[in-house]
């Protein structure tokens, strides 16, 4: 069965590093940054199995200047004849949804 995994991550660093880390983010294939406040930049990872967002969700762990790394949402799609499209998700929750994305509005 194909999958595709779509996770929401809150990246935490200083101000003053966030516009280098958001250039940074740019060059990583399956990273999109979507919001950046002060400190905070909102990040999504896409991804074939849960196990390559694990490493990349590491790997931005990793990252000079990141202070703290939060996974808030994962969204698994299980529909082999949709792709990634379906992904883009309806709002509603589905029986693979992970804890923090059945509490979001």
Request: aromatic fraction near 2%; charge should be negative; glycine fraction near 10%.
């Amino acid at each position: 069965m194909d999958e595709y995994h779509v996770c929401g991550i809150l990246l935490m660093t200083r101000p003053e590093l966030a516009p280098r880390l958001a250039l940074e983010l740019q060059g990583l294939d399956g990273v999109e940054l979507h919001a950046q406040e002060g400190g905070r930049l909102v990040v999504t990872i896409e991804g074939a199995s849960y196990a390559q967002c694990a490493d990349r969700l590491n790997h931005l762990a990793s990252l000079p200047g990141v202070a703290a790394s939060s996974l808030v949402y994962h969204q698994v799609d299980n529909d082999t004849g949709a792709g990634p499209a379906a992904a883009s998700g309806s709002g509603r929750a589905n029986n693979n949804a992970s804890p923090s994305q059945e509490t979001a509005p």
